[in-house]
């Protein structure tokens, strides 16, 4: 038996059904997730979301009204996030998708932990050490620019 997907046709390795009656965070960054992946944040319930459950992401000074069925796709451990709770006799949840840093080294060290990697394979140990300091612009060299959806005319 090997590993499977949670759900069909997703990228994601790990998922947090986060359940109750009013499912709100207060402002955070998901330092355990890969720094520049995307998180994928839908929200479920029967609330209005005009009045409840906005997301608000701080460095952009944004909030955003985020109604039951909308999904969003944010960098959770680049960016500060929260959002507000819903109204007395609302229901709030939501389901979030993510890929944690610990598990996207364990494949960049060939499946391994770094202890085991360096017991194993010193010279690709030290090779994968300096790696890191190019990693964070590696890994935003990802991300779109504006000029790039927009062009440059």
Do not use: Y
């Not at 520049?36 to 701080?58: P, S």
């Not at 979030?96 to 960049?108: E, K, M, S, Y």
Request: with cysteine; charged share 25%; net charge neutral.
């Amino acid at each position: 038996m090997g590993l499977r997907p949670n759900f069909d046709c997703s990228i994601f390795p790990c998922v947090a059904f986060n359940f109750g009656r009013n499912v709100w965070t207060w402002l955070h960054q998901d330092l355990m997730n890969l720094a520049w992946f995307w998180c994928i944040i839908t929200a479920l319930g029967d609330f209005d979301a005009e009045h409840g459950g906005h997301l608000i992401m701080w460095e952009a000074k944004l909030v955003v009204e985020f109604p039951h069925g909308a999904s969003i796709a944010i960098p959770s451990a680049t960016f500060t996030h929260s959002n507000i709770p819903v109204r007395e006799g609302e229901r709030r949840t939501s389901v979030t998708q993510f890929l944690p840093g610990g598990l996207a080294r364990w494949v960049d060290n060939g499946c391994r932990t770094e202890k085991e990697m360096k017991a194993e394979d010193k010279r690709a140990f030290e090779e994968m050490q300096k790696k890191k300091a190019g990693r964070w612009a590696w890994g935003m060299s990802f991300w779109s620019k504006l000029s790039d959806i927009v062009g440059t005319e």
